[in-house]
């Protein structure tokens, strides 16, 4: 890393992120995204950052508050990431897919720009563009990838044999953990030598406590009532039924036990949480539900609560343990994909399968028994040296450390 970064100072290579939703530091993840333009910048290369979204002023300062220049081409070209020129397979409704750059636009951007890599940081949707800008310009260009539409199954923008390509010709196919890793191999049939893990940080400032007051729903918790609690955007492959479904069967054991669902519901999540509690009037005083929550209160909650709990069919990573660990919360979570990769020490909370309610309560109940056993500042430290600033910039510039700079070209 070191390295790389007296290089760059004695030329700094260009590189150009694209993302799919322009920075914003008020939404559910955002610190995270953000925190991989600032490692860039760290690391000593000139920094770009577009956006498939139109970039407000909010955004453009955001980006330049981190040390990175908005991308923005003039108003007489047409918008940097315009042109659905992705066709879907025949038969099939056009989704909400990437959308190509103009060819005006990336003439701007190859003159005024001039990127030496161009690297999309929100999975394919924005891997794509970045390549088809690279491939235009003639350099190389890398994909970070998150969603769990491989593992899943779920229908893709292109045909395989382009999106094959697509990950074939890419400088680096970043995955946020070894099951994303294997999903994108599985669903292509493919071997790809230029694959790597590159997790999720630490989100920026996340282990600084937010000068904004406790919310009022967790002061009013009594301090000998320990609290489970599970933050997300609440679809149906998080499984709400089974964490009130687990909870329950704790509750019973342990009556001195409460649960907070913090996120917004969506799918059947509402539904969901609304027949549980109609199920089980004994312990509607026990769950708490927030809705929606900023990130202040996330982090609040994160530190406050006693235990973490993920209880997902399918996790790419799992962010939410994450932030927990990095405060020195323990987590419980489902054998999902990510949290495998995270959860690597016994030290840090429980694994257990997943669909399976009985296993999630013993799960918890047994860190409820261990509690004492548990050092937050342990379980911060370790997630620091696995998830925090140098530990992934380090990986940044391993993955950058080969394109030599003005050629785009792998050394």
Same mark, same amino acid.
């Given at each position: @890393?070191?390295? &790389?970064?007296?290089?760059?100072?004695?030329? #700094?290579?260009?590189? &150009?992120?694209?993302?799919?939703?322009?920075?914003?530091? $008020?939404?559910?993840?955002?610190?995270?995204?953000?925190?991989?333009?600032?490692?860039?910048?760290?690391?000593?290369?000139?920094?770009?950052?577009?956006?498939? %979204?139109? @970039?407000?002023?909010?955004? #453009?300062?955001?980006?330049?508050?981190?040390?990175?220049?908005?991308?923005?081409?003039?108003?007489? &070209?047409?918008? &940097?990431?315009?042109?659905? =020129?992705? !066709?879907?397979?025949?038969?099939?409704?056009?989704?909400?897919?990437?959308?190509?750059?103009?060819?005006?636009?990336?003439?701007?951007?190859?003159?005024?720009?001039?990127?030496?890599?161009?690297?999309?940081?929100?999975?394919?949707?924005?891997?794509?563009?970045?390549?088809?800008? $690279?491939?235009?310009?003639?350099?190389?260009? +890398?994909?970070?990838?998150?969603?769990?539409?491989?593992?899943?199954?779920?229908?893709?923008?292109?045909?395989?044999?382009?999106?094959?390509?697509?990950?074939?010709?890419?400088?680096? +196919?970043?995955?946020?953990? /070894?099951?994303?890793?294997?999903?994108? %191999?599985? !669903?292509?049939?493919?071997?790809?030598? =230029?694959?790597?893990?590159?997790?999720?940080?630490?989100?920026?400032?996340?282990?600084?406590?937010?000068?904004?007051? +406790?919310?009022?729903?967790?002061?009013?918790?009594?301090?000998?009532?320990?609290?489970?609690?599970?933050?997300?955007?609440?679809?149906?492959?998080?499984?709400?039924?089974?964490?009130?479904?687990?909870?329950?069967?704790?509750?019973?054991?342990?009556?001195?036990?409460?649960?907070?669902?913090?996120?917004?519901?969506?799918?059947?999540?509402?539904?969901?949480?609304?027949?549980?509690?109609?199920?089980?009037?004994?312990?509607?005083? /026990? +769950?708490?539900?927030?809705?929606?929550?900023?990130?202040?209160?996330?982090?609040?909650?994160?530190? $406050?609560?006693?235990?973490?709990?993920? /209880?997902?069919?399918?996790?790419?990573?799992?962010?939410? @343990?994450?932030? $927990?660990?990095?405060?020195?919360?323990?987590?419980?979570?489902?054998?999902?994909?990510?949290?495998?990769?995270?959860?690597?020490?016994s030290r840090l909370g429980e694994l257990c399968d997943k669909d399976n309610p009985d296993a999630l309560s013993t799960a918890m109940l047994r860190v409820m028994g261990t509690y004492a056993t548990y050092q937050p500042d342990e379980i911060s430290r370790i997630a620091d040296g696995l998830f925090g600033d140098v530990a992934i910039k380090k990986k940044w510039a391993a993955v950058y450390s080969n394109v030599l700079p003005g050629t785009g070209s792998k050394s």
């Amino acid at each position: @890393m070191e390295q &790389l970064k007296a290089a760059n100072k004695e030329r #700094k290579m260009r590189i &150009l992120l694209i993302m799919r939703d322009p920075p914003d530091t $008020a939404v559910s993840k955002g610190g995270l995204f953000p925190t991989a333009i600032r490692h860039h910048v760290d690391l000593g290369f000139d920094v770009y950052v577009a956006s498939i %979204s139109k @970039m407000t002023r909010y955004n #453009k300062e955001i980006v330049r508050s981190l040390g990175a220049k908005p991308a923005i081409p003039p108003a007489t &070209l047409s918008s &940097l990431l315009s042109g659905l =020129n992705l !066709r879907p397979r025949q038969g099939a409704k056009r989704p909400k897919g990437p959308n190509l750059v103009s060819e005006n636009s990336v003439s701007w951007i190859a003159k005024e720009i001039r990127p030496e890599v161009v690297t999309g940081i929100q999975s394919f949707q924005t891997g794509i563009i970045a390549q088809k800008i $690279a491939q235009f310009i003639g350099v190389e260009y +890398v994909t970070w990838e998150h969603v769990s539409t491989y593992g899943r199954g779920a229908f893709l923008p292109v045909s395989d044999e382009t999106f094959i390509e697509f990950l074939r010709n890419a400088h680096a +196919v970043l995955s946020v953990s /070894s099951s994303l890793n294997e999903a994108i %191999s599985q !669903r292509f049939s493919i071997s790809l030598s =230029n694959s790597s893990v590159l997790p999720n940080p630490v989100p920026s400032n996340f282990t600084q406590r937010p000068q904004s007051p +406790v919310p009022d729903w967790l002061n009013s918790i009594p301090s000998r009532d320990f609290v489970f609690a599970s933050w997300t955007t609440w679809r149906d492959i998080k499984r709400l039924d089974l964490l009130l479904e687990a909870f329950a069967k704790v509750h019973r054991q342990r009556p001195d036990v409460k649960m907070i669902v913090a996120g917004p519901f969506k799918e059947k999540s509402a539904e969901i949480m609304s027949g549980f509690l109609r199920r089980h009037p004994d312990i509607t005083e /026990s +769950v708490i539900v927030t809705g929606r929550i900023d990130r202040a209160a996330i982090r609040h909650l994160a530190e $406050a609560a006693d235990c973490c709990v993920i /209880s997902s069919d399918t996790e790419t990573f799992g962010l939410p @343990m994450v932030e $927990a660990l990095s405060v020195g919360t323990p987590v419980v979570s489902t054998r999902c994909g990510g949290p495998e990769d995270i959860l690597t020490n016994s030290r840090l909370g429980e694994l257990c399968d997943k669909d399976n309610p009985d296993a999630l309560s013993t799960a918890m109940l047994r860190v409820m028994g261990t509690y004492a056993t548990y050092q937050p500042d342990e379980i911060s430290r370790i997630a620091d040296g696995l998830f925090g600033d140098v530990a992934i910039k380090k990986k940044w510039a391993a993955v950058y450390s080969n394109v030599l700079p003005g050629t785009g070209s792998k050394s």
